[in-house]
């Protein structure tokens, strides 16, 4: 989209006339109050689905954060995470206009809108800020177009479907000055930040060993025996494909168990790789491994509609001679390390280590201290007015995605592939090499 009509926002526009008529300006706070219009963010839902049943009443505890508008190609259904779900644009139009009503104490609200088309949000200029809860293959393309109209982008983990698609969000979100968080939430938890506190500053001894764990797939697939289905009312399903490959229909292609189909996604590797990782990263660096290998991963057999692994298993080895092996776990997610002087485990919402009293080592004022951010949404509208990066921005949300898709490629492939990290290359393996990008259905493009 070339929408030069909206590539200044809102508040940039607040923003620039008031930095245009600045000194000796001394604006009041009556003027910009807390809650007044000019210091509210207005936000449009992009994927009305499963994961917009958590994210909406997130936004909704912050007051100077209004959802304007949501949309979705699914007009209504069921048929998603859980059965009772009953979701999609007009179902959580309805949810967020009740919500305001409730909260300001009418009998009715009807501020928010409901529409299919995405690009109709982005050429809002009352809209700020936009929420992408879409599936993956749309991450980038949205998060490009919505740079481009000049919107800040919280866009849900992982990241990218691809390391190319990556780079591109890269690219245009620091060309256009937007503002983006990851929405991979872990990065906004206190025993979080201190578990990778406790790593980097040593309390380990020399790092030897790391373990991330994903949890085991919890759809089974409809086999390969599987039979196009008809699209249902009210689905836009060619919408839905966006710039992935053209495909017949079926229920288990699209709704929640899209991340089980390479074309949309990368499996539970970066479902919930993406938040395990992400920790294992945190307290590493942030720079991603140099070799990645095959460790007994299992795949859906040919002809299957799944396509993802149905146990992940690999290992990486950082430049560091660091290993982390990544693999399937009925922890469901977190990450376990292994030093000369102890180990420590973050899993379950808890943290264990060996020795015990590891775990509550105090971390002092001179060692090295991470972002700190006690809840993610918070800390993205916070980045919003001050122009800061947030906890996750869309450098380290790649690489952490990054990272999720090498495993995938070194599992696919099962064979070792080794990474030039600096330039984000596979090196010496052109099949290897050619999987860090996939092709975009037209008219979509970065
Ligand atoms: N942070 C977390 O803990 C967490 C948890 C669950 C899901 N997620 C992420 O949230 C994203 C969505 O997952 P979900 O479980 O909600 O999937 P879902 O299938 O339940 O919902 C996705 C919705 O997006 C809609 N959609 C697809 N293409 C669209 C388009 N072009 N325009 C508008 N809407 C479109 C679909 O119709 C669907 O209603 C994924 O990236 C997933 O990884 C994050």
Known sequence: MNNKTAVTSRRDFIRNTAAAIAAPLIVPSSVFGRNAPSNRINLGIIGCGNQSTVDLPEWFKNDDCQVVAVCDVNRAGRGYKDEKQFLGREPQRDFVNQFYAKKTGRDSYTGCDACADFREVLARQDVDAVAIITPDHWHAVMTNMAAEAGKDIYCQKPLSLTVRDGQEMIKAVRKHRRVLQTGSQ????????????????????????????????????????????????????????????????????????????????????????????????????????????DAGSEWPAKGDLFTTPTKVAFRARYANGVELYCHTDKRGSGARFEGSDGWLEFASRKIESHPASLKDSVIGANEQRLYVSENHYRNFLDCVKSRKDGVEPVEIGHRTSMLCHLGNIAMQLKRTIKFDSKLEQIVGDDEAARMLSRPLRGPWKY
Not at 187 to 202: F, I, K, P, Q, W
Not at 230 to 240: A, N, R
Not at 269 to 277: A, I, R
Not at 281 to 290: C, H, I, L, N, S
């Open 186 to 293: 872990w990065r906004s938890n206190a025993m979080t930040r201190h578990a990778c506190e406790l790593v980097r500053n040593g309390r380990l001894g020399k790092l030897q060993r790391i373990e991330s764990f994903v949890a085991p797939n919890n759809f089974t697939s409809p086999g390969p025996g599987w039979q196009p289905m008809p699209v249902p009312d009210g689905f836009d399903y060619d919408f839905w494909l966006g710039p992935a490959p053209k495909a017949p229909y079926h229920h288990d292609r699209c709704f929640y168990r899209f991340r089980f189909v390479m074309d949309y996604s990368g499996g539970q590797t970066t479902n919930f790789g993406h938040h395990s990782n992400g920790i294992v990263q945190w307290a590493t660096g942030d720079v991603v491994p140099v070799e990645y290998e």
